[in-house]
């Protein structure tokens, strides 16, 4: 009767505590032996299991817990599915309960549980709710993120940058080495680095990460259509400080004999910062077509990506009838060279070495000015 009643007991206070009892677990015992088990309640002191046969359940401790694994439900796996096949939308109420009564076990050592939460919340991210995947991410103990901690943390930093939070994005950005190209995190994080310099008004700057990303990416990357759209905003941005500059210039008869004669001194009367100086003295002069430029990436953009949402936002940008004479077409198969985008980035190129991947680089400190993940 006692084992009964504890039974109920821990059945409600999963219950209570938002958890889908039962969880499928992968339960590895320190003697080596590997069982599935159904979990009707999990605590620091050990897992309530179902026993077979469904003669009652029993408490396997803790300390005889070597590591946990999740299996889970068909519609985390459908979810999962529908990512692949680029329906996220889908996917979202398919995973969204399954990842969120994950929370309670987040506090568990020895398991996986934060893994599937981390990839609910990059799904978020995907779809544009930067705010849920950081409220999610932030119930996440680091120490529970394990493999995923680095992935976590360039996800963070993104849509720390999407929301404006330019100074927390970079913040965190510097937990981590840079990433090589052929890392997963690279594309990520180069579009993210790109986020904070355009919103530093670095034009030239964000113009270089968006150029790696699309140097290295296969045309039917996701961030692909993003890293476009990205690069069309910056070229829209140079054009009109370029205008702005030359304008003032021009209509300020001591400002355009410092400028004939000392480009510096005219952009300091300007009150013009560095990142301004650089990037518009280097195309002051003999500026392309700027909005040429980005109405062509947007154009490209359109026709290349036409479910994207960032070619939605692309094609509420274009002027009336430029879209008459594009026809749309479906992305290359992964593997297929990627497209370079229209124009070159304005003044000096940055020249990307291709280098095995080795994992993550440091590019700017030593390992012992950063954490080494």
């Known amino acids: 009767m006692k084992a009964r009643l504890a039974t109920i007991l ?5 219950a209570s ?3 889908a009892a039962p969880f499928r677990m992968f339960i ?18 050990g897992f309530t299991v179902a026993l077979p046969g469904g003669h009652g359940t029993m408490l396997l401790q803790m300390d005889r817990v070597k590591s946990w694994r999740i299996a889970p439900p068909k519609s985390w796996t459908d979810g999962e599915k529908a990512v692949q096949a680029g329906q996220a939308e889908k996917a979202i109420p398919l995973m969204r309960d399954y990842a969120t009564s994950l929370l309670p076990l987040l506090s568990l050592p020895k398991g996986d549980a934060a893994t599937y939460v981390f990839k609910y919340a990059d799904l978020l991210r995907s779809r544009g709710d930067y705010k849920g995947a950081l409220d999610l991410l932030g119930k996440v103990p680091p120490d529970a993120l394990g493999e995923t901690r680095a992935q976590a943390i360039v996800v963070t930093a993104y849509c720390r940058a999407m929301l404006g939070e330019v100074d927390a994005a970079e913040t965190q950005l510097n937990l981590l080495r840079a990433p090589t190209r052929r890392s997963s995190l690279f594309t990520l994080y180069k579009l993210t680095r790109a986020r904070i310099a355009a919103a530093r008004k670095d034009l030239v700057g964000a113009l270089d990460e968006i150029a790696s990303v699309v140097a290295y990416k296969r045309l039917g990357s996701d961030s692909y259509a993003e890293a476009l759209f990205l690069s069309a905003e910056a070229y829209d941005e140079l054009g009109l400080a370029i205008a702005k500059q030359k304008e003032a210039i021009q209509a300020d008869d001591k400002i ?6 000392s480009r510096s001194e005219a952009f300091d009367a300007l009150g013009m910062i560095q990142s301004d100086k650089s990037s518009v003295s280097a195309i002051m002069d003999d500026p392309p077509d ?3 430029v980005s ?16 070619a939605a936002l692309a094609r509420a940008k274009l002027p009336p009838g430029a879209l008459d004479k594009v026809a749309t077409q479906q992305p290359e198969p992964k593997g297929a060279a990627a497209t370079p985008t229209p124009s070159p980035t304005p003044g000096k190129p ?8 080795d994992g993550l680089i440091d590019t700017e400190k030593s390992g012992s000015e950063r954490e080494n993940l």
């Open 256 to 261: 355009r004999r410092l400028y004939e004669q």
């Open 17 to 19: 505590a938002g958890f």
């Open 28 to 45: 590895e015992t320190e003697d080596g032996k590997v069982q599935t088990a159904d979990v009707s309640a999990a605590e620091p002191k």
């Open 290 to 292: 700027l909005p040429g």
């Open 10 to 14: 821990l059945l409600a206070a999963a």
């Open 295 to 310: 109405i062509e990436i947007r154009k490209q953009l359109v026709r290349v990506f036409p479910t994207s949402p960032w």
């Open 350 to 357: 940055k020249k990307a070495t291709p280098t095995p991947d």
